[in-house]
């Protein structure tokens, strides 16, 4: 079933206009390069790897009504997106997780995901502080939604109980677009040591 709904999602995104070099955007926008990865029960290739983050940073830039920033930032692909074969694609168990999930700046697609820090099965996406984001393949319309969603986590942002049309909401669905200040502040910021080394060396530390 997941590899039906990859593939449709394959033929809507590729009419799908693909982000443009890192380098057009204006200097007041956070670049965020991402390595994309697939395993191999799945499949995903550049164009479609573009046009879901083109999604995710529209939903991102743009300001949907009251409660919403249009926050600037966006994600984009870093490099070829790669095939990899660890594991069996379904990730049932923490070490499973473990043995997948890898440094943040990655995502990693992958068939199914059954266990994410107690969350119930056929889950589609996982993501923690300072990791890559697991996602599954899913709608085309919750793509964008989902990736952005699993990267705020990377950022350490939660869930939302409140609401529901935020990205961050505790469920993903293609209205959940709003994002608030804090919430950008954290899109926006960077958790890699290289960062964290900068700060430490600015503050005299």
Same mark, same amino acid.
């Given at each position: 079933?997941?590899?039906?709904?990859?593939?449709?999602?394959?033929?809507?995104?590729?009419?799908?206009?693909?982000?443009?070099?890192?380098?057009?955007?204006?200097?007041? /926008?956070?670049?965020?390069?991402?390595?994309?990865?697939?395993?191999?029960?799945?499949?995903?290739?550049?164009?479609?790897?573009?046009?879901?983050?083109?999604?995710?940073?529209?939903?991102?830039?743009?300001?949907?009504?009251?409660?919403?920033?249009?926050?600037?930032?966006?994600?984009?692909?870093?490099?070829?997106?790669?095939?990899? #074969?660890?594991?069996?694609? #379904?990730?049932?168990?923490?070490?499973?997780?473990?043995?997948?999930?890898?440094?943040?700046?990655? /995502?990693?697609?992958?068939?199914?995901?059954?266990?994410?820090?107690?969350?119930?099965?056929?889950?589609?996406?996982?993501?923690?502080?300072? #990791? #890559?984001?697991?996602?599954?393949?899913?709608?085309?319309?919750?793509?964008?939604?989902?990736?952005?969603?699993?990267?705020?986590?990377?950022?350490?942002?939660?869930?939302?109980?409140?609401?529901?049309?935020?990205?961050?909401?505790?469920?993903?669905?293609?209205?959940?677009?709003?994002?608030?200040?804090?919430?950008?502040?954290?899109?926006?910021?960077?958790?890699?040591?290289?960062?964290?080394?900068?700060?430490?060396?600015?503050?005299?530390?």
């Amino acid at each position: 079933m997941k590899t039906m709904l990859s593939l449709v999602a394959a033929v809507v995104l590729t009419g799908c206009p693909s982000n443009p070099p890192l380098e057009d955007d204006p200097p007041d /926008v956070i670049k965020r390069g991402l390595r994309v990865h697939y395993h191999t029960t799945t499949t995903l290739d550049n164009r479609r790897a573009d046009a879901i983050l083109a999604e995710a940073t529209e939903i991102l830039q743009t300001k949907d009504g009251a409660g919403d920033v249009a926050c600037k930032v966006r994600l984009a692909r870093e490099g070829d997106v790669t095939e990899f #074969s660890a594991g069996d694609g #379904s990730i049932d168990s923490g070490n499973e997780f473990g043995a997948i999930v890898g440094p943040s700046g990655h /995502v990693k697609l992958v068939d199914e995901i059954n266990w994410c820090n107690g969350w119930k099965p056929n889950i589609i996406g996982c993501a923690r502080p300072d #990791s #890559s984001l697991l996602v599954v393949p899913t709608a085309p319309e919750l793509e964008g939604v989902l990736w952005a969603h699993e990267y705020g986590h990377t950022k350490g942002l939660k869930h939302r109980d409140t609401g529901k049309d935020a990205v961050m909401y505790y469920s993903v669905a293609a209205d959940h677009r709003k994002v608030d200040q804090a919430e950008c502040d954290a899109f926006r910021k960077r958790h890699d040591s290289r960062r964290f080394l900068e700060d430490m060396l600015r503050r005299g530390s």
